[in-house]
């Protein structure tokens, strides 16, 4: 076996014990339900000014809150909830065990900002602000190795009477009555659902240019540096939800 081979080898080994991690452990962006922000923010107004704004003004200047938000992703979280009431983080989906998982897609447009330590809370951390479509799919693994890496991946497993669950969505700062009409109810899960939400994230995509849409940044999701995650939720309410 040559060096690249065993190198590879032990990379795979790696990244497949290490899947399964906690909070704490967890490296990347973790969602959270939407947070105002009171503090001012700045950004670039239509008339190309630079401007220090609360997010409800901006929200008045649509070129200010798209110059605001100048990163564009779709991102995947899956979270499974232990015995013991606590939630844990997987890298990948492809082979999980029975059990009760959450599969969250946010597609967003957004900018990250620093959350700085406060007090004696020696923990620093990042905020993702944004706007966009969050999906989120409650499902119950059924049988062990199942893949739930995907909207496709899930709709495949239900099909297949390997899992139950429902899907909802949360739209995120965007106020648009033809987003609203569009979208479905809160429904099971079903071999059709990658079709209906791919549908869903085109319509939000368009109409976030829409003359006619409001546009609210907020705050979706934070990242810690290796501390406790209520440590970096704490000081992210401490820094952007006091008006200053």
């Known amino acids: 076996m040559n060096k ?26 973790i969602p959270i339900p939407p947070v105002q922000i009171k503090n001012l923010v700045l950004s670039t107004s239509a008339n190309n000014k630079i401007v220090n704004l609360s997010t409800t003004q ?3 200047d649509k070129q200010a809150v798209l110059n605001f938000v100048p990163n564009e992703s779709m991102e995947t979280t899956i979270q499974k909830f232990n015995n013991e009431g606590n939630i844990e983080y997987y890298y990948s989906g492809r082979s999980v065990n029975k059990g009760s998982y959450r599969l969250i897609i946010d597609y967003n447009k957004y900018i990250i900002h620093n959350i700085d330590k406060t007090g004696q809370e020696d923990c620093q951390g990042y905020a993702k602000i944004g706007i966009g479509l969050r999906i ?22 239900a099909k297949d ?26 429904s ?21 240019y829409d003359e006619k849409t409001r546009l ?5 999701a934070l990242k810690h540096t290796g501390c406790e995650i209520n440590v970096v939720l704490k000081n992210l309410m401490a ?5 200053k």
């Open 216 to 220: 609210h940044p907020q705050i979706i």
């Open 4 to 29: 690249l081979t065993l190198l590879t080898l032990l990379t795979f080994i790696s990244f497949t014990i290490s899947s399964q991690v906690s909070a704490k452990k967890y490296i990347d962006f």
């Open 58 to 60: 901006m929200s008045l």
């Open 136 to 157: 989120i799919a409650n499902i119950k693994a059924l049988k062990n190795n199942i893949d739930i890496s995907s909207l496709v991946a899930i709709g495949n497993a």
């Open 161 to 186: 009477g390997n899992i139950s669950g429902t899907v909802g969505y949360q739209v995120i700062g965007i106020e648009s009555k033809e987003i609203t009409a569009i979208l479905p109810i809160n």
């Open 188 to 208: 099971e899960i079903t071999s059709s659902i990658n079709q209906i939400f791919l549908q869903a994230i085109g319509v939000v995509k368009g109409k976030i």
């Open 239 to 243: 820094q952007y939800t006091v008006n």
